[in-house]
Structure formats: structure tokens, C-alpha cells
């Protein structure tokens, strides 16, 4: 039932869809019992003492009517195996009982606690390993809300089932079965009575339950609009102050606003009939049976004790009913989380971390640290590579576009410590080219070698290991200045780091903050100009000490002191490693030793500077007499990305 006050967290738990209860599925979401199978012992400890709490709550009614029995009938109280007690020895048994129960309750509390938080932290880690290893083609497929809400919602449902669900399940089947066993050995003329009026009760709490969850949905979906609007303003905040938007804003938020209230208006009178009809349903009933039941006592068909009794037992058996519909609707989430969790878990991943797949405990979590240079290939790897670089026919298609094809033919050679570089208009493929490079997508046809190889034999991990890019649009980690540095080679010691970022000329700026290295970027830290983060991101990559080096567009859209700095950062770190330059600037790659042009997804023209220049009627003469048209004036012929 919803509550007035919905958190996020229950309105995306509310909102998650169900899956039918059939053999299959719910064999399929037994299969990630395999995470609790770690905890076992506790487990089934926990699950045995709830066995025991709840066989003494049934046991609660049957000593209750004694104890009234007891006091109006002395020496006629008799209990099962135990026969005749006195008043006060019934009372004792009570409180005893009530006492283990509640020490049965704290421990299967805890146990299942313990065991569901345990082995969801491992799922958790398992679902989160799996996701940052699966390849680059996963993600184009899917949003990166449904893929975060897999690791919270979905995770947060399966929790919910084993602490929650589950031993309410286990308490209220005890309860229902017990319950309605004992009343049934209580009287069996108010046992018919009873159940009499149970077919109707049941029909209209199914009703309303519809009705009501009919609402509330539309409710939380209202509430989702509504949140989703401060998100995005909130996201696009300079925007909107920019254009002077908040109003308009304010207008959109205030419609959205508007229509929850309809809907959860909508709801009020039903919750309002429902909460009217419920206290009819339960206090009508008792009164039915109480009236009967008063008919038996003045008859002496019944003793006083026997009727209360049945009375409590009637709310057991009614409480366990009003719960059955919430605990198989949580049920049917659960299994439909557990299905996405396990087609998560399932997708073929490309790089294999220690530990994908389950059964690491989490307290191995810390021992099962990413190592990347520890997988090896059929054959001895090289300390080092040479840096030879070969495309050879290859044509591509983004697995997330398979209609479009992006590169056709490319056949591009780098040998060891040249510089290449590839320009071209806009969308003709370069950052295709190098995502191809860092092997983020295999060729369709066609090969890529390096220093001689199939790229596809060397293990991945160990191939990206010796090369590094430089984007152009650098985003930095939140943390400090030091740790996004240090993240090119984790490890490597403050002098390291130091030394990489004089290289990388971003020491002076950095040591002019008051907190030198010590200070944090990104959402909660300050933010650094475009230049100063790419002079962290050449730190990374000196650091790093690739074989093979990346640089999309590093040098546009910076001012001539910035990009002279960056220039320089730049061709030291260039010095002795093979490189791909991007760029739209063609000042930056005059010396390149090969310049490719790009077009289409084809390479149309490659040679040095001059050659290229010196062609009458080439693509990368037309492009470099727009920019040098007029001289010491480099414009950018075409928008970056
Ligand atoms: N992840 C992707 N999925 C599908 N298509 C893509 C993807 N990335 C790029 N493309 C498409 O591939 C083509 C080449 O894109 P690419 O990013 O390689 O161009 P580019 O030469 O780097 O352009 P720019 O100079 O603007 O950066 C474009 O048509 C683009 O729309
Ligand atoms: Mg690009």
C-alpha cells in the first residue's frame, strides 16, 4: 500500500515490473540461492528459530484462553501433555513462552540480517565487476539508468525478499495453516461460521487492493515526471538561468505538480472507503463471531477460555490472510529482479576480473584486486611493444548501428615511435579509428597488427596496458588532483606523479593552489579550465609510459598560452612512442610523419605535410588553404564534437 510520503527508493521499488510465477522462473531465481549458500549455517539457524518463534506465537492463543479457563474453572485448565495447571502456573508458562519467543524473534532477525546483507553485498560486487568488464558494445545498448537502477533497485528488491519476504512467508504459512488447524479443534460450529464470511471479505480486499494499487501507481508515476523535471533543470542549471528560464520552468514543474495531486486525490477516496470497509470487515467479523461464540457460552457449548482463543487464532488466521496478497505480489517483483540480475550476470564479459560469477564472500573483497598485467597469452609476452602499428582493409559498423557502414577499407601503417596523424571533416571516422585501436570494437573484415600480431591475440588488459589516450574533452575523476594523476599508473609514488606533471607543464598551476596536489576536482572539488585538465590528463599519460599514445583533438579551442603549454607537454610526451593525433587544427601536425585524410570512412589521401600539399587538387590542400588561407590566422574548418 502506498504510503502518503513515498522515498525515491519506493517509488522505483513500487514501480518494478512482476513476472509470472511459473516453474521457470522460479527455478531460474533459486539459481542466485547460490549467494547464500556461503552463509549457510547461519541461514538455516536463523530459519529454525523462526520455526520455533512462530510455532509459539500460535502457541500465544492456546495458553491466553487456559489462563481464563484457569481462573473461572480452577483445576480444569488442562494443556496437551502438560494436564491440569493453576492459574498461575499458566501465567508463568505465558510469560516464559512470550520470553523465547522474543529471543527466537531477535535471533532470526539478526541471522537473516546478517545473511541477506552479506550475501547481497556480494551480488552487488558481482553485478558491478560484471558491468565494468562487459565491452564497449554493451553499453551503446543500454541506458546508464537502467544499468545503475539493476545494481540499486533491483538488488534493493532481492534484499527485501530474504530479510523480509521470506520469513514472512515461512511466520505467516505457520501461521495460517496452525491457525486455522487450531480453531478448527476449538469449535467447528464457529469455525463454519468463521469461514462463512471469509469468500467475501476476500473478494472485496482483492477489489479495493486493485483499485487502490491502480492509483497509487499513477500516483508514483506522476511523482517520477515530476522528479525527473527537477533533475534535469538541476543538471542544466546555467542553462536555465542563461536564458532566463526559471518561470517557464516553474510552470512546467508546478503542471507536473498538479497532476500528482489529481491522481493522489483520485486515491483518497478509495484508501478513505477502504480503510472504512476494512474496520467494518475485521471489527464485523469479530463481533459475528464474539455473538455466536456468546450464543455457545450461554449454552456452556463453549468455555470462556475456548473463546478466546478462537478469537485471537480468527485474527491470526486474518492477519496471515491480509498479508498474502502483498508477500505474492513482492514475490513476483523479486523474481523479475532477479531475472534482470541474472541476465546481467550472464553477459559475456572481455576482460575476466578474479571472481566474476559468485561465491566470493565479501570479506575476500579486498584480496581480489584488479591485476592487469598477470593474464598471459599462448605465447611469451614482450616487457614492452615496439609500437608497430598496422590497419589492414578493415571496415567496421558500430554493433549499436549495424545498418551504417563507418570504415571502409582503412589500411593505415605507423611504425614504431612515428607520428600519425589523421584529419578529415566531422563524423568521417577518426575516433572510429582509434576506438578500433584501443580495441574497444574488433574489425568487421579486415586486420589490425601490432608489432606484427593479430591485435585480437594479445589479452586485452595487457594491450590497453600500453597505450594511453589524451581525449579532448578530458573528464576528470571526483577525488584530488593527485589521484587523477596516479591513475595512469596506480601505484607510482608522489616524486612519480610530481616529475609527470613538471613533464606534462601542469605543475606550476597545480602548486599555486593552496592545496597543491591535494586538491579535489570534479562534482565536489573545484573545477579546472580545459586547458589545465588536459595538462592532468598528459600527466596521466606520461606517467603511464604508453608504447602506443592517443591524442583526439587535444589542442583545439584553447588560447595560444594554453595551447603553447599544451603544445610542448605535448611533443614531450610524444618523444619515442608511436602516435595517432587527431586533430582539427592542422598547425599541430605539420611534422606529423604521416598525415592520413579521413573521409567518409575512407582514407583518402596520406603522405607528409608537403606531399599533401603539393597534391593539385587534394582534400587536405582544400582543408589547409581554408585555415592557412590567410597567413598566421589557423581557423577551425569544422565544428569539434
Ligand atoms: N558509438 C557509436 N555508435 C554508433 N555510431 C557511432 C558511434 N560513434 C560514432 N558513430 C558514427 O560513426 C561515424 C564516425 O564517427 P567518429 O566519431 O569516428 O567521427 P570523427 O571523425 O571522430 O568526427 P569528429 O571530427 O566530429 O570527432 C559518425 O557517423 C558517427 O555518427
Ligand atoms: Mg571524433
Same mark, same amino acid.
Given at each position: 500500500?502506498?504510503?502518503?510520503?513515498?522515498?525515491?527508493?519506493?517509488?522505483?521499488?513500487?514501480?518494478?515490473?512482476?513476472?509470472?510465477?511459473?516453474?521457470?522462473?522460479?527455478?531460474?531465481?533459486?539459481?542466485?540461492?547460490?549467494?547464500?549458500?556461503?552463509?549457510?549455517?547461519?541461514?538455516?539457524?536463523?530459519?529454525?528459530?523462526?520455526?520455533?518463534?512462530?510455532?509459539?506465537?500460535?502457541?500465544?492463543?492456546?495458553?491466553?484462553?487456559? +489462563?481464563?479457563? *484457569? &481462573?473461572?474453572?480452577?483445576? =480444569? /485448565?488442562?494443556?496437551?501433555?502438560?494436564?491440569? $495447571? !493453576?492459574? %498461575?502456573? #499458566?501465567? +508463568?508458562?505465558? *510469560? &516464559?513462552?512470550?520470553?523465547? =519467543? /522474543?529471543?527466537?524473534?531477535?535471533?532470526?532477525? $539478526? !541471522?537473516? %540480517?546478517? #545473511?541477506?546483507?552479506?550475501?547481497? &553485498?556480494?551480488?552487488?560486487?558481482?553485478?558491478?565487476?560484471?558491468?565494468?568488464?562487459?565491452?564497449?558494445?554493451?553499453?551503446?545498448?543500454?541506458?546508464?539508468?537502467?544499468?545503475?537502477?539493476?545494481?540499486?533497485?533491483?538488488?534493493?528488491?532481492?534484499?527485501?525478499?530474504?530479510?523480509?519476504?521470506?520469513?514472512?512467508?515461512?511466520?505467516?504459512?505457520?501461521?495460517?495453516?496452525?491457525?486455522?488447524?487450531?480453531?478448527?479443534?476449538?469449535?467447528?460450529?464457529?469455525?463454519?461460521?468463521?469461514?462463512?464470511?471469509?469468500?467475501?471479505?476476500?473478494?472485496?480486499?482483492?477489489?479495493?487492493?486493485?483499485?487502490?494499487?491502480?492509483?497509487?501507481?499513477?500516483?508514483?508515476?506522476?511523482?517520477?515526471?515530476?522528479?525527473?523535471?527537477?533533475?534535469?533543470?538541476?543538471?542544466?542549471?546555467?542553462?536555465?538561468?542563461?536564458?532566463?528560464?526559471?518561470?517557464?520552468?516553474?510552470?512546467?514543474?508546478?503542471?507536473?505538480?498538479?497532476?500528482?495531486?489529481?491522481?493522489?486525490?483520485?486515491?483518497?477516496?478509495?484508501?478513505?472507503?477502504?480503510?472504512?470497509?476494512?474496520?467494518?470487515?475485521?471489527?464485523?467479523?469479530?463481533?459475528?463471531?464474539?455473538?455466536?461464540?456468546?450464543?455457545?457460552?450461554?449454552?456452556?457449548?463453549?468455555?470462556?477460555?475456548?473463546?478466546?482463543?478462537?478469537?485471537?487464532?480468527?485474527?491470526?488466521?486474518?492477519?496471515?490472510?491480509?498479508?498474502?496478497?502483498?508477500?505474492?505480489?513482492?514475490?513476483?517483483?523479486?523474481?523479475?529482479?532477479?531475472?534482470?540480475?541474472?541476465?546481467?550476470?550472464?553477459?559475456?564479459?572481455?576482460?575476466?576480473?578474479?571472481?566474476?560469477?559468485?561465491?566470493?564472500?565479501?570479506?575476500?573483497?579486498?584480496?581480489?584486486?584488479?591485476?592487469?598485467?598477470?593474464?598471459?597469452?599462448?605465447?611469451?609476452?614482450?616487457?614492452?611493444?615496439?609500437?608497430?602499428?598496422?590497419?589492414?582493409?578493415?571496415?567496421?559498423?558500430?554493433?549499436?548501428?549495424?545498418?551504417?557502414?563507418?570504415?571502409?577499407?582503412?589500411?593505415?601503417?605507423?611504425?614504431?615511435?612515428?607520428?600519425?596523424?589523421?584529419?578529415?571533416?566531422?563524423?568521417?571516422?577518426?575516433?572510429?579509428?582509434?576506438?578500433?585501436?584501443?580495441?574497444?570494437?574488433?574489425?568487421?573484415?579486415?586486420?589490425?597488427?601490432?608489432?606484427?600480431?593479430?591485435?585480437?591475440?594479445?589479452?586485452?588488459?595487457?594491450?590497453?596496458?600500453?597505450?594511453?589516450?589524451?581525449?579532448?574533452?578530458?573528464?576528470?575523476?571526483?577525488?584530488?588532483?593527485?589521484?587523477?594523476?596516479?591513475?595512469?599508473?596506480?601505484?607510482?609514488?608522489?616524486?612519480?606523479?610530481?616529475?609527470?606533471?613538471?613533464?606534462?607543464?601542469?605543475?606550476?598551476?597545480?602548486?599555486?593552489?593552496?592545496?597543491?596536489?591535494?586538491?579535489?576536482?570534479?562534482?565536489?572539488?573545484?573545477?579546472?579550465?580545459?586547458?589545465?585538465?588536459?595538462?592532468?590528463?598528459?600527466?596521466?599519460?606520461?606517467?603511464?609510459?604508453?608504447?602506443?599514445?592517443?591524442?583526439?583533438?587535444?589542442?583545439?579551442?584553447?588560447?595560444?598560452?594554453?595551447?603553447?603549454?599544451?603544445?610542448?607537454?605535448?611533443?614531450?610526451?610524444?618523444?619515442?612512442?608511436?602516435?595517432?593525433?587527431?586533430?582539427?587544427?592542422?598547425?599541430?601536425?605539420?611534422?606529423?610523419?604521416?598525415?592520413?585524410?579521413?573521409?567518409?570512412?575512407?582514407?583518402?589521401?596520406?603522405?607528409?605535410?608537403?606531399?599533401?600539399?603539393?597534391?593539385?587538387?587534394?582534400?587536405?590542400?582544400?582543408?589547409?588553404?581554408?585555415?592557412?588561407?590567410?597567413?598566421?590566422?589557423?581557423?577551425?574548418?569544422?565544428?569539434?564534437?
Amino acid at each position: 500500500m502506498a504510503r502518503s510520503n513515498p522515498s525515491q527508493e519506493d517509488i522505483a521499488l513500487d514501480r518494478l515490473p512482476k513476472a509470472p510465477l511459473n516453474r521457470e522462473n522460479l527455478r531460474q531465481t533459486l539459481e542466485l540461492a547460490r549467494y547464500v549458500r556461503p552463509y549457510r549455517p547461519r541461514f538455516f539457524g536463523g530459519l529454525a528459530t523462526l520455526f520455533v518463534s512462530a510455532a509459539l506465537g500460535l502457541a500465544f492463543p492456546l495458553l491466553a484462553g487456559s +489462563l481464563i479457563d *484457569a &481462573a473461572l474453572h480452577p483445576g =480444569q /485448565a488442562t494443556l496437551p501433555y502438560l494436564g491440569v $495447571l !493453576s492459574l %498461575n502456573q #499458566v501465567a +508463568l508458562l505465558l *510469560a &516464559a513462552s512470550v520470553s523465547l =519467543q /522474543a529471543l527466537c524473534s531477535f535471533n532470526s532477525a $539478526l !541471522s537473516f %540480517n546478517r #545473511v541477506g546483507q552479506s550475501a547481497l &553485498a556480494d551480488l552487488r560486487r558481482d553485478c558491478y565487476q560484471r558491468l565494468i568488464s562487459l565491452p564497449m558494445a554493451f553499453f551503446a545498448r543500454r541506458r546508464v539508468g537502467e544499468l545503475t537502477s539493476r545494481i540499486s533497485t533491483d538488488v534493493a528488491q532481492i534484499e527485501g525478499a530474504l530479510i523480509d519476504s521470506l520469513p514472512q512467508l515461512c511466520r505467516q504459512t505457520v501461521f495460517l495453516l496452525g491457525g486455522i488447524t487450531m480453531i478448527a479443534f476449538t469449535s467447528v460450529r464457529l469455525t463454519v461460521v468463521m469461514l462463512g464470511t471469509l469468500p467475501l471479505l476476500i473478494a472485496a480486499a482483492v477489489f479495493f487492493g486493485r483499485r487502490l494499487r491502480r492509483y497509487s501507481r499513477e500516483t508514483q508515476d506522476q511523482l517520477a515526471a515530476t522528479n525527473t523535471i527537477v533533475e534535469e533543470t538541476l543538471q542544466a542549471i546555467a542553462s536555465v538561468k542563461a536564458f532566463a528560464n526559471e518561470a517557464f520552468e516553474l510552470g512546467r514543474y508546478s503542471r507536473a505538480n498538479a497532476r500528482v495531486l489529481t491522481a493522489a486525490l483520485g486515491a483518497a477516496r478509495w484508501r478513505a472507503t477502504f480503510v472504512a470497509f476494512f474496520i467494518i470487515a475485521l471489527f464485523g467479523g469479530i463481533v459475528i463471531v464474539l455473538w455466536v461464540g456468546a450464543g455457545l457460552l450461554e449454552t456452556d457449548a463453549i468455555s470462556p477460555g475456548k473463546l478466546t482463543r478462537f478469537v485471537l487464532y480468527t485474527t491470526f488466521v486474518a492477519g496471515a490472510m491480509g498479508q498474502s496478497a502483498e508477500l505474492f505480489s513482492q514475490i513476483q517483483k523479486t523474481v523479475g529482479a532477479t531475472q534482470r540480475v541474472r541476465e546481467l550476470l550472464r553477459e559475456e564479459v572481455e576482460i575476466e576480473l578474479p571472481g566474476v560469477g559468485g561465491g566470493t564472500r565479501a570479506r575476500d573483497a579486498e584480496q581480489a584486486t584488479v591485476d592487469n598485467g598477470r593474464e598471459t597469452g599462448a605465447w611469451p609476452l614482450p616487457v614492452r611493444l615496439r609500437g608497430e602499428v598496422v590497419f589492414e582493409g578493415v571496415n567496421f559498423r558500430y554493433p549499436s548501428r549495424p545498418e551504417v557502414a563507418v570504415l571502409h577499407d582503412v589500411s593505415l601503417t605507423a611504425r614504431p615511435g612515428e607520428r600519425i596523424a589523421l584529419v578529415g571533416p566531422s563524423g568521417a571516422g577518426k575516433s572510429t579509428i582509434t576506438a578500433l585501436l584501443l580495441r574497444f570494437y574488433d574489425p568487421e573484415s579486415g586486420r589490425l597488427l601490432i608489432d606484427g600480431r593479430d591485435a585480437r591475440d594479445y589479452p586485452l588488459s595487457w594491450l590497453r596496458g600500453q597505450m594511453a589516450i589524451v581525449p579532448q574533452d578530458v573528464l576528470l575523476f571526483g577525488g584530488s588532483i593527485a589521484e587523477n594523476i596516479v591513475y595512469g599508473r596506480p601505484g607510482a609514488d608522489d616524486a612519480a606523479v610530481r616529475e609527470a606533471s613538471r613533464q606534462a607543464n601542469a605543475d606550476d598551476f597545480i602548486s599555486a593552489f593552496p592545496e597543491g596536489y591535494a586538491t579535489l576536482v570534479g562534482d565536489r572539488g573545484i573545477k579546472l579550465s580545459g586547458g589545465q585538465r588536459q595538462r592532468v590528463a598528459i600527466a596521466r599519460a606520461i606517467l603511464k609510459n604508453p608504447a602506443i599514445l592517443i591524442l583526439d583533438e587535444a589542442t583545439s579551442s584553447l588560447d595560444s598560452e594554453s595551447e603553447r603549454l599544451v603544445q610542448v607537454a605535448l611533443d614531450r610526451l610524444m618523444q619515442g612512442r608511436t602516435t595517432f593525433i587527431v586533430a582539427h587544427r592542422l598547425a599541430t601536425i605539420r611534422n606529423a610523419d604521416r598525415i592520413a585524410v579521413i573521409e567518409a570512412g575512407r582514407v583518402v589521401e596520406v603522405g607528409s605535410h608537403d606531399e599533401l600539399s603539393a597534391k593539385p587538387d587534394g582534400l587536405y590542400r582544400r582543408l589547409s588553404a581554408l585555415q592557412f588561407g590567410q597567413p598566421g590566422d589557423a581557423l577551425e574548418f569544422s565544428p569539434t564534437d
